[in-house]
């Protein structure tokens, strides 16, 4: 980075905020998808919104590019710094800075964790739904910029569904604040919604105004093992039919479980082909009702074991499978790459057979798990070296996308296209589209500052740059500091 910058930044956020050396570029070289890294120029932490704003005049005036960043959990890609850009590290930003109760409503900074927002708001009989696996360690940031789904979609929706305001900077400096605590509001376009769900490529969150519900009465969870994933699939379908929304329907396959069970050692059935966790959530009646009459539908279903959690241990202990799914499969793999596909829920059986043939024909191992309640699956691919064999590894993804959208699926119901699905987006949007999300971008962001390289822009932005391992990281650092 030349120093006229560098001076620059530091003069902004002053020096302690501006990080530059090796081992900090190296931490925020990459997020959760393995296998694509490369290093900032630096990385930056803005202390107020005025910040922002002054490095995106200074980012337009001296060309380079700004890398929004949250917790890094993200899976395609999006907080990787690309050419010529700083990261933006925006999880330092962690004040709750209201509760409105009259309003059922929350103004955050955009860096506060998710699971610490969900346990504050519930001690006071509040509920905010959106529940990411990682709900952990993101940010509710992260979350909007991503759109995020999780474990109770089925039921409360995303995280658009509970963002009724924000305050953003845009690409060009200007810091202005879209939406409020009105329950109904049509002034103009649906300027939030258009940024939700952008992958940190048209503005920066800094507040998010958030809408909460009040705190479900109670809850009952089970956990139901079959034989086979068509009974499984059945069964959602039929749980659906029989007009009960539980707020969590998940499932996980042989692989996964077998797999969960090694790392967790919680006495799950290994030789289930398809297992539900289920959760129904309100008044105690109504749950007892709901979870009675899932019980049938899974003996109908031809269920192996239904259980149900009669202690809080329980609870923890039966949703820790699910939550765990990730990590355990991660642990028995070289590398993972995870995928993130979903199709309407009338088609999950075909496509996990669909997917595990696919695997099979190209001898990468699987586990499949995911939100069966929203027709959204993550296969994991199990990479057993460290070195990927990508064309293989293409393939596969890509015959994995052809046959979600042959279903009438789409190539990502939660993770996003960052840098990961960006080539196939044409193919599974049309052009048409394409052009409008390019317009949009081109309208906000002329000089392509903010994430550049992301969801559609030419690939030729990242090629050849982002180096594979961490011979070419230290090559390419060298190239980037001399
Ligand atoms: C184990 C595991 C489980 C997961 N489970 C789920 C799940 O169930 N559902 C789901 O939807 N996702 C899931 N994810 C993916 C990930 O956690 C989400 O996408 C999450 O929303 C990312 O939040 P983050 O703070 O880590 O964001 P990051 O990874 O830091 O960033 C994600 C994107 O948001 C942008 N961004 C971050 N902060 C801001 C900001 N303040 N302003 C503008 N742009 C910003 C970044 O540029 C990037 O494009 C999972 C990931 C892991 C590792």
Redesign the pocket.
């Known amino acids: 980075m030349n120093s006229k910058i560098l001076n620059s930044l530091i003069e902004i956020v002053g020096k302690k905020n501006v990080l530059t050396s090796k081992e900090e570029l190296f931490a925020y070289s990459y997020?959760?998808l393995h296998f694509e890294t490369s290093l900032p120029l630096a990385v930056v932490i803005p202390n107020s919104v005025e910040d922002i704003s002054k490095i995106f005049y200074l980012a337009n005036e001296e060309k380079f590019g700004i890398?929004?960043?949250?917790?890094?959990?993200?899976?395609?890609?999006?907080?990787i710094p690309t050419k010529n850009s700083i990261v933006?590290l925006?999880?330092k930003?962690k004040n709750i800075l209201e509760i409105d109760e009259n309003n059922l409503t929350a103004t955050v900074e955009?860096?506060v964790?998710?699971g610490e927002f969900q346990s504050i708001v519930e001690s006071k009989d509040l509920f905010y739904p959106?529940?990411?696996?990682?709900?952990m360690?993101?940010?509710?940031?992260?979350?909007?910029?991503?759109?995020?789904?999780?474990?109770r979609?089925l039921k409360y929706g995303?995280?658009k569904n509970y963002i009724l305001g924000m305050e953003?900077v845009l690409p060009n400096g200007d810091i202005t604040f879209l939406g409020g605590k009105n329950v109904k509001d049509v002034a103009g376009y649906n300027l939030k919604d258009v940024l939700i769900g952008?992958?940190?490529?048209?503005?920066?969150?800094?507040k998010l105004l958030l809408k909460l519900l009040p705190k479900p009465q109670t809850q009952k969870t089970m956990l139901v093992t079959f034989e086979n994933i068509f009974d499984a699939s059945k069964t959602v379908s039929d749980i659906i039919k029989a007009k009960i929304l539980p707020s969590t329907l998940e499932f996980m396959d042989n692989v996964t479980v077998k797999s969960v069970q090694n790392f967790t050692k919680i006495n799950l059935d290994t030789t289930a082909n398809g297992t539900l966790l289920i959760e129904c959530d309100g008044n105690k009646f109504q749950v007892d009702e709901e979870i009675e009459t899932i019980k049938n539908i899974c003996k109908i279903n031809s269920a192996i074991k239904v259980k149900i959690a009669e202690t809080y241990d329980e609870v923890v202990m039966l949703k820790s499978t699910r939550?765990s799914?990730?990590?355990s499969l991660?642990r028995s793999a070289q590398q993972v790459i995870?995928e993130?596909v979903v199709v309407p829920r009338s088609e999950l059986s075909k496509i996990v057979e669909k997917i595990q043939t696919i695997s099979k024909n190209n001898d990468i191992p699987v586990g499949i798990f995911?939100?069966f309640g929203d027709g959204n699956i993550?296969p994991l691919c199990l990479l057993q070296s460290k070195k990927i064999d990508e064309n293989k590894l293409e393939k596969m993804l890509n015959e994995i996308y052809e046959a979600t959208i042959s279903l009438g699926g789409s190539i990502t119901?939660?993770?996003?296209i960052?840098l990961a699905k960006k080539d196939f987006l044409p193919k599974a949007v049309g052009d048409i589209s394409i052009s409008f999300m390019k317009s949009l971008k081109n309208v906000l962001d002329k000089n392509d500052i903010l994430?550049p390289g992301?969801i559609f822009s030419p690939k030729t932005r990242c090629e050849g740059y982002l180096p594979k391992n961490i011979e070419q990281i230290k090559n390419f650092e060298t190239q980037l500091w001399i």
Do not use: Q
């Open positions: 997020d959760a890398v929004p960043r949250g917790s890094g959990t993200g899976l395609s890609g999006g907080a933006l925006m999880n930003w955009s860096g964790i998710t959106p529940d990411p696996g990682s709900s360690i993101c940010t509710l940031g992260g979350n909007c910029a991503e759109n995020a789904g999780g474990l979609g995303v995280t953003v952008s992958e940190g490529t048209l503005c920066i969150f800094t939550k799914a990730y990590a991660a995870s993130d995911g939100h993550h119901g939660e993770h996003g960052g994430n992301k």
